[in-house]
C-alpha cells in the first residue's frame, strides 16, 4: 500500500459474485484515494473468491479474508474492523454503489466535528439492472437522535464511522442480527453525535434474489430487542443483551415488550418491504410482503387492517394502479367501514365524547 488509509472500508460478502465488481469498483474510484478495501468473505461457494483475487492483483487496496465457514454479517463485520487499519470505518455491501466523492464528503464532515461518532446518508434505490425507482433523503440534525430512539435511521451501507466510537460501543454483536447495525448506532449515540448527509451518496440496491423478506420478521424483533436494550441501559442498569447468545419474541415478551409493539413493528416491516418490493417491479416479493403485513394487521384488530388496506390503495394509486387501489378501498369498507365515515359525520352520528 502506498500510503497510510484515512478510512478502510469494510465489505462483507457470500455468494455475492453478480455485484461485486461494481461494488468495489465504486471503492476504488473514490476521489478520496488514501483508503483500503477489507473484504470479508463469509463461505462463498460462487465465483466471489477468484474476483476478490483479482481485485487484490489489480489494486494493493483491496485486502480479502475468507471465513472457510458461514458465520453471519455480524461476526464477518466483527473481522472485518479487527483486520482494518485506518482511523475512520465506512461501510458498503457487496451489492451497493458508492458515489464517487462519497467518502471525500463525510470525512470533511468528521473533521468539522470531532464529536460526530457515527454518519451516515441518503441513498438511491435501485433495482436488478441499475434503475434508480427511488431517492431517499436521509434526516438530518438534532432529529437523527431523537428518532433513532425509535428505530433506525441510518442506511447501513451508507455510514462511517470514528473508530474510536466503534471501540468505545464495543462493536457489532452477534446475537442482536440481523438487526447489528441499530444495536450498534444505538450504543454510539451513548457516547457521541450522530448525523446524517441528507443526499443520496449510495446506490442501494433492491433484487429478487435477496433473502430480505425471509429475514424482515427477525430483523423487526432484533430492531425492538436493540431498542429495549437501549432503554435499560438507559436507566443505568447493565446491558440486558450483553451475554445472552440468542434474543427471539419469547424473551422479549419474557421481559415486558408487548406483543402488540411486537406485532406492530412486524407491520412496518412488512409494508415497508411491501411498498419498495412493488416500486422495483418484484410484484410476487411484494404480493407476499402485503399479505404478510395483514396477517399482522388483522390480529392488532380489524381498524389497523382497514388503515393497512387504505395504505396500500393510496400506494397503488400513486404508482398509476387506480383500479387496484379502488379495490382495497372497497376491501378497506368491508373490513372496518367507520374508517370511511367522514369526520363530521361521525360527530353528528356518535356525538363528541371529549365534549361530554
Known amino acids: 500500500m502506498t500510503a497510510e488509509p484515512l478510512v478502510s472500508v469494510v465489505m462483507p460478502v457470500r455468494d455475492g459474485a453478480r455485484y ?7 471503492v476504488l474510484s473514490q476521489t478520496l484515494r488514501e483508503l483500503e478495501l477489507v473484504v470479508v468473505d463469509d463461505g462463498s461457494s460462487d465465483a466471489t473468491p477468484g474476483i476478490l483475487h483479482a481485485w487484490q492483483e489489480r489494486d494493493p487496496r483491496v485486502r480479502a479474508h475468507r471465513r472457510n465457514e458461514p458465520g453471519g454479517v455480524a461476526r464477518a463485520l466483527r473481522e472485518g474492523v479487527d ?8 461501510r458498503l455491501d457487496a451489492d451497493d454503489r458508492a458515489a464517487p466523492d462519497r467518502l471525500r464528503r463525510q470525512l470533511e464532515a468528521f473533521r468539522a466535528r470531532p464529536a ?6 441518503g441513498a438511491r434505490y435501485v433495482d436488478d439492472a441499475g434503475r434508480v425507482f427511488r431517492v431517499e433523503v436521509a434526516p438530518s440534525g438534532p432529529a437523527v437522535a431523537r428518532e433513532l430512539r425509535h428505530g433506525n435511521v441510518f442506511f447501513h451501507p451508507s455510514v462511517v464511522m470514528r473508530r474510536s466510537a466503534y471501540d468505545t460501543a464495543g462493536g457489532y454483536r452477534p446475537q442482536l442480527e440481523p438487526a447489528e447495525d441499530l444495536d450498534l448506532w444505538l450504543r454510539i449515540a451513548e457516547h457521541s453525535e450522530v448525523d ?6 449510495i446506490d442501494y440496491r433492491v433484487h429478487g434474489a435477496q433473502s430480505g423478506f425471509v429475514a424482515l420478521r427477525a430483523q423487526a424483533t432484533a430492531s425492538a430487542a436493540a431498542l429495549w436494550a437501549a432503554s435499560v441501559r438507559a436507566t443505568g442498569a447493565p446491558d440486558p443483551a450483553e451475554d445472552l447468545e440468542r434474543i427471539d419474541e419469547a424473551l422479549l415478551v419474557a421481559h415486558g415488550v408487548g406483543v402488540p409493539d411486537l406485532r406492530r413493528r412486524h407491520l412496518d416491516a412488512y409494508s415497508w418491504a411491501a411498498e419498495t418490493y412493488e416500486r422495483a417491479g418484484y410484484s410476487g416479493i411484494a404480493s407476499s410482503c402485503w399479505r404478510a403485513a395483514r396477517v399482522e394487521a388483522a390480529a392488532l384488530g380489524r381498524a389497523e387492517e382497514g388503515r393497512l388496506l387504505l395504505r396500500r390503495g393510496s400506494f397503488r394509486r400513486s404508482l398509476g394502479r387506480r383500479t387496484a387501489g379502488l379495490l382495497d378501498r372497497a376491501r378497506a369498507a368491508v373490513v372496518a367501514p367507520e374508517l370511511l365515515v367522514p369526520q363530521s ?5 356518535g356525538g363528541n365524547p371529549a365534549g361530554r
Request: net charge negative.
Open 196 to 201: 446524517n448527509l441528507p443526499e443520496p451518496l
Open 345 to 349: 359525520l361521525r360527530h353528528r352520528v
Open 83 to 90: 483486520l482494518a487499519a485506518a482511523p475512520y470505518l465506512a
Open 116 to 121: 460526530l461518532g457515527l454518519l451516515g446518508t
Open 20 to 26: 461485486l465488481d461494481e461494488a468495489i469498483a465504486s
